[in-house]
């Protein structure tokens, strides 16, 4: 009952804090996320969120947003040029990542930090950084990661003046980004092989693959990507001394710039149209675009100071933030610490508690399971008192069964001693008088008569009670066929035709010649000699004897009728019983009293039934039902 308590108490904990946990974690991935979308046009905001995110992740302990929040973060530093403070917060971020060996973050962290050593001048060290990325984005097939990789190595490799190495990476990633459509590393591929054709002084090449990054850029409208195109391809002007191409696409990469405040490629635009108004000594406009120059120059150098005053104003409110939180976490721990210590002493008393209570339920419960013991024990007692009493009802049964065993076998040695060797006894001693003379030649002649009729009950006894033995004993497998009625009743009929000759009985067999049972033979044959042997016997002389049938869509009827002398209802219910029975025929022909119990044996076996109408005085009906069966 203890564990009981305590499992249910930590199955009643558990999901809550399971619950809480789940849920804090989905507040610090909505945190990442928006701070990301905000981290272009707020980046106070920005800071603040991942900040909260950084806290949340650390307090429920969610290693992954942790990581995230410091990937974000350094993203946003080095957006703004702080590459070394960037770098930490990659480090942080790539530390966590391997800790929970995420490889797919890890790879991006590495990245990223590739990115920041590129800046730095840092080539040996990005490059070794970019390939361990670019294995992980092979086995994820991250394409487009791939494809951004491919520009990032081959970049360094123009930087390096390896110029080789660089043509691969550049059309690997070309290659990939036609093959996925990925727009942005397609234009960036463009662009890199237009420098590296430039730098082999490769000038129509160059071109060409500078119009294509332009087309690029104008279909996804990327600005800063056609002020980029054209500055290049002016300048490929300018070495040809096309001066008029130079400065129309001077021209435009200066309003490309312009629209999207790119103040680097400003100052080149400005330099290339001053260069074009020299060549052409149109001097009073080569001085107003230096003056133009100057211009944009201060402000961008106004802007920047601005914006990296307000930046570190940003990073300093950060940072006090951060230590505002930090100590309100540390006032929260301590708050929770007496908390937990208050939780655990109350805790310790409830359990204390409730070990009473249990000790007490438990003695309850032994009290009550040795009340259900005895009740379970009168019971079991009662039922075996029951059965008991079944037990004798069943020796009760077996001994009536055995009875009727003993009957059984008392009654066939009656009729094996008896119907069977009285017969044998007379034909013995008939043989004997008439192979000696000692009768006269007519008397013989009636004595050889009485001979064979006493030899055809003789035998019709013994196929009956071997046919009977066979079922008792072990049962005897039915061989049906298609058993033609008629010619087995034809062939019945000839073997008692002395008998009918004797007594005078017309006997009809109205069977069609064609009808058909499917049924074991010698079964039936049996049945039908019976039924037969059993109408002559208790017909009187001049009687007649009808054998018909009809068949339903179910059954085949068989009718075997006489005009004998009938049988009481006391008769035919000891014979439905299956109770020995026997009588005297009309010429005192004897029985053996299991012809009919045979009979019903035999067609109950074919799943059919034997049904006995009969009215003293006037005659029998025996109705032989058999089931219609496919052969």
Not at 139 to 166: C, H, M, T, W
Not at 226 to 247: D, P, S, T, W
Not at 470 to 490: E, W
Request: proline fraction near 1%; hydrophobic fraction near 40%; aromatic fraction near 8%.
């Amino acid at each position: 009952m203890r564990i009981l308590f305590l499992f249910l108490l930590s199955c009643f904990i558990s999901p809550l804090f399971a619950q809480k946990n789940t849920g804090s974690a989905y507040i610090v991935d909505s945190l990442n996320k928006e701070a990301f979308s905000s981290k272009r046009s707020d980046i106070s905001k920005a800071l603040n969120l991942l900040i909260i995110a950084q806290n949340t992740a650390t307090q429920i302990d969610y290693k992954k947003g942790l990581a995230v929040a410091y990937l974000y973060e350094g993203g946003i530093y080095q957006q703004q040029g702080f590459t070394k403070r960037a770098l930490t917060d990659f480090y942080l971020s790539l530390d966590i990542f391997k800790r929970i060996k995420d490889t797919f973050n890890i790879a991006k962290v590495s990245q990223q930090i590739a990115g920041s050593l590129l800046l730095e001048g840092k080539y040996d060290t990005a490059v070794t950084v970019f390939n361990e990325s670019l294995k992980v984005y092979n086995r994820f097939n991250k394409q487009e990661e791939v494809v951004n990789v491919k520009n990032s190595i081959g970049l360094i490799q123009l930087y390096r003046n390896k110029p080789d190495s660089a043509v691969i990476l550049f059309n690997q990633a070309l290659v990939t980004s036609k093959q996925i459509k990925y727009v942005y590393g397609e234009k960036k591929a463009l662009y890199h092989l237009g420098k590296l054709a430039l730098e082999g002084k490769n000038l129509d090449l160059a071109v060409s693959f500078f119009n294509a990054s332009i087309a690029i850029d104008q279909k996804i409208n990327d600005r800063y990507g056609l002020a980029l195109n054209n500055l290049e391809l002016a300048n490929i002007a300018y070495k040809r001394g096309q001066l008029q191409a130079a400065f129309m696409m001077s021209n435009s990469a200066y309003e490309f710039a312009k629209s999207v405040n790119a103040y680097d490629i400003l100052d080149q635009s400005i330099a290339q149209i001053i260069t074009y108004y020299r060549k052409t000594n149109n001097l009073e406009k080569a001085i107003a675009w230096q003056d133009s120059a100057i211009l944009i120059i201060n402000q961008h150098r106004i802007k920047e100071n601005e914006y990296a005053t307000n930046f570190i104003d940003i990073i300093k409110n950060q940072q006090n933030l951060r230590l505002d939180r930090e100590n309100a976490i540390i006032r929260a721990q301590r708050a929770s610490d007496e908390q937990v210590f208050i939780l655990t002493v109350g805790t310790f008393i409830l359990i204390i508690l409730a070990v009473l209570v249990i000790m007490v339920f438990i003695n309850y419960q032994k009290q009550k399971h040795f009340s259900r013991e005895l009740r379970a024990k009168n019971i079991l007692i009662e039922a075996q008192i029951e059965e008991m009493g079944a037990l004798n009802k069943e020796i009760s049964f077996q001994n009536r069964m055995l009875e009727a065993d003993n009957k059984t076998k008392d009654k066939l040695l009656s009729i094996i001693s008896h119907d069977l060797r009285n017969p044998l006894v007379n034909t013995k001693g008939i043989l004997n008088l008439v192979n000696q003379g000692m009768v006269p030649e007519d008397q013989a002649k009636q004595l050889l008569l009485q001979l064979e009729t006493q030899y055809m009950g003789t035998t019709s006894l013994l196929d009956n009670l071997l046919f009977w033995l066979k079922g008792q004993m072990a049962g005897k497998n039915l061989d049906r066929s298609n058993v033609v009625i008629f010619q087995l009743v034809k062939g019945l009929e000839d073997e008692h035709k002395m008998l009918l000759v004797r007594k005078n009985i017309a006997f009809n067999n109205a069977l069609h010649p064609q009808m058909f049972v499917h049924a074991d033979k010698e079964m039936i044959r049996i049945v039908l000699r019976n039924l037969i042997s059993n109408a002559i016997k208790f017909t009187p002389e001049n009687g007649s004897i009808d054998i018909h049938a009809e068949q339903t869509a179910t059954d085949s009827l068989i009718y075997v009728e006489d005009t004998g002398i009938g049988m009481s209802k006391e008769t035919i219910d000891r014979v439905n019983a299956k109770q020995y029975y026997t009588t005297a025929g009309t010429s005192m022909e004897k029985g053996s009293g299991f012809g009919l119990m045979l009979c019903s044996d035999l067609i109950n076996r074919h799943d059919g039934s034997l049904t006995i109408e009969s009215v003293p005085g006037k005659g029998s009906r025996f109705i032989i039902k058999l089931p219609v069966t496919k052969a």
